[in-house]
């Protein structure tokens, strides 16, 4: 059974940070794209980042640019984002997500498309308090 697993969200206050986690098993993801999304209370699920396949390349949302990373541990089968200077907008249930196709590179605006990716884990909770 392939899952995705979230961990490492919680409350911090604005100005602070949190790295999250995204455990695979099932399956390896060290050769698909990989990416997280995010969604707020009322508003539709929205593109963090993301990473090809072989991770060379990384994607950001303008909103996170410069304050988010994201990277990959083949050896660990994790996924991570590492989130800084949060502010009360970046609250938001936090998901990772893993394309089926391994080896496959595709456009820029496609890694920001939710259905590039055919998994998803069950999301994280992060809560930034101004």
């Known amino acids: 059974q392939v899952q995705l697993v979230e961990s490492g969200g919680g409350l911090v206050q604005a100005g602070g940070s949190l790295r999250l986690s995204c455990a695979g098993s099932?399956?390896?993801?060290?050769?698909?794209?990989m990416g997280w999304f995010r969604q707020a209370p009322g508003k539709e699920r929205e593109f963090v980042a993301a990473?090809?396949?072989?991770?060379?390349?990384?994607y950001y949302a303008d909103s996170v640019k410069g304050r988010f990373t994201i990277l990959r541990d083949n050896a660990k089968s994790t996924l991570y984002l590492s989130m800084n200077s949060l502010n009360p907008e970046d609250t938001a249930v936090y998901y990772c997500?893993?394309?089926?196709?391994?080896?496959?590179?595709?456009?820029?605006?496609?890694?920001?498309?939710?259905?590039?990716?055919?998994?998803w884990g069950q999301g994280t909770q992060v809560t930034v308090s101004s």
């Open positions: 099932g399956r390896t993801f060290s050769s698909s794209a």
């Open positions: 990473l090809s396949w072989s991770g060379s390349s990384t």
């Open positions: 997500a893993a394309d089926s196709d391994s080896y496959v590179r595709y456009s820029r605006a496609d890694y920001s498309r939710a259905g590039l990716y055919e998994y």
